[in-house]
């Protein structure tokens, strides 16, 4: 590792920032005169449910102008995602042993992917088979019309769940590779994982069976692949005493 004097380390940060904060605002701008489309597709899932005619409805007078607008900064920062952790490596890389950038790049890679994983199955699966149960619960006589303010709170919530949901295996690998935790103190607290899979899905999703359920089995799913891959990647790593010297 190379020592640098604070402030060049200052600087450094400061010139990594505006070099994200950029990229996403170029994104931003880009996508700024489709907002209205993009909010239509994030609107998708449940306008295919809702009957013929139906519309989603705001009660706030600004919020047409600025949730559209929020979900498209939304899908800008995640666009620009690549640009931005790698930003985040540019500043961080040198400060790390080579085996812990063997270990933590590949970490960051598959957390991104993962995420974006467990947003897709949010949207393309979990939300769909949901707001055809709410239609299909609703009372006769009963509109279903939801604010599209609340609409975008609600799936944000479920993709920020599902997206940490699928961070799982990452956790286990790294707690495991960190040298936290062992493959055997993991298989031994699987019945605990179990029901802790369903307590924090009963938390994050709404009140019912269905949604909490497709959220606490992958949760658990996921605990026990990252078991096998902590097994698949063998023993915890050690640090290097020579590349200590060298710091």
């Not at 890679?109 to 239609?135: D, K």
């Amino acid at each position: 590792m190379n020592e640098q004097p604070l402030l060049a380390h200052l600087i450094e940060l400061r010139t990594r920032l505006v070099r994200a904060l950029l990229g996403l605002l170029i994104v931003f701008l880009g996508l700024f005169h489709w907002s209205g489309d993009i909010y239509h597709l994030l609107a998708k899932p449940l306008m295919d449910v809702l009957p013929a005619g139906s519309r989603m409805i705001a009660t706030d007078v600004t919020a047409p102008f600025f949730v559209p607008l929020k979900v498209t900064m939304l899908v800008a920062f995640l666009i620009s995602l690549p640009h931005t952790l790698y930003q985040v490596w540019a500043f961080v890389a040198p400060a790390l042993y080579t085996h812990e950038k063997r270990l933590v790049l590949p970490l960051v890679v598959a957390s991104v992917v993962l995420f974006f994983v467990g947003m897709s199955f949010a949207y393309f699966l979990v939300f769909p088979i949901v707001f055809h149960f709410m239609s299909s619960v609703t009372p006769s006589g009963v509109s279903m019309m939801t604010d599209i303010d609340k609409y975008l709170s609600f799936v944000l919530g479920m993709f920020i769940a599902f997206g940490v949901t699928f961070e799982v295996p990452v956790v286990v690998i790294l707690l495991t590779k960190m040298g936290v935790v062992s493959v055997a103190t993991l298989r031994q607290g699987r019945p605990y994982v179990i029901v802790a899979s369903f307590v924090i899905a009963a938390i994050v999703t709404p009140p019912d069976v269905l949604s909490q359920t497709m959220l606490a089995v992958p949760l658990w799913l996921l605990y026990e692949a990252g078991i096998v891959m902590s097994v698949f990647l063998g023993k915890p790593i050690k640090r290097d005493d020579s590349e200590a010297e060298q710091a």
